[in-house]
């Protein structure tokens, strides 16, 4: 996978890799209305119980995507998914504070843009 787009992250004793995907973005975006509205939420959580299961949701939805890509590329060897109920009992919030920082990364690294200029101007000097 391209390291570029992904972020790791540990939980028990096993690494999963964060990806966003096109098809975790339709999701996000359903649920909070895009992706920019995705932090104001997680700032603005009503209370602690609410942010928690926001970022359990989003660490179960990023970390499945290259388990399901995975499964679509080995059919013969699939992984189990994670649900949010194995990431909250193998987890800590201390853990979840570190996974927020994976989660901007994954985001982040899903959505930047690699801009190259060119190395000559193709417009005469004037003068």
Do not use: C
């Not at 690494?15 to 209305?33: F, M």
């Not at 201390?94 to 959505?111: F, H, N, R, W």
């Amino acid at each position: 996978m391209d390291n570029e787009r992904i972020a790791v992250i540990t939980i028990g004793d096993e690494e999963y890799t964060l990806l966003l995907t096109t098809k975790a973005t339709k999701e996000i975006a359903g649920r909070y209305g895009g992706l920019e509205n995705l932090g104001e939420k997680l700032m603005k959580s009503e209370n602690f119980e609410m942010a928690i299961g926001e970022i359990v949701w989003l660490i179960t939805l990023l970390a499945n995507q290259s388990i399901l890509i995975h499964n679509l590329k080995d059919k013969e060897h699939p992984k189990e998914l994670l649900t949010e109920d194995v990431v909250e009992l193998l987890t800590t919030p201390l853990d979840l504070a570190g996974y927020k920082t994976a989660i901007t990364e994954a985001l982040y690294k899903g959505t930047k843009r690699n801009v190259e200029s060119e190395k000559e101007s193709k417009n005469a000097q004037v003068g």
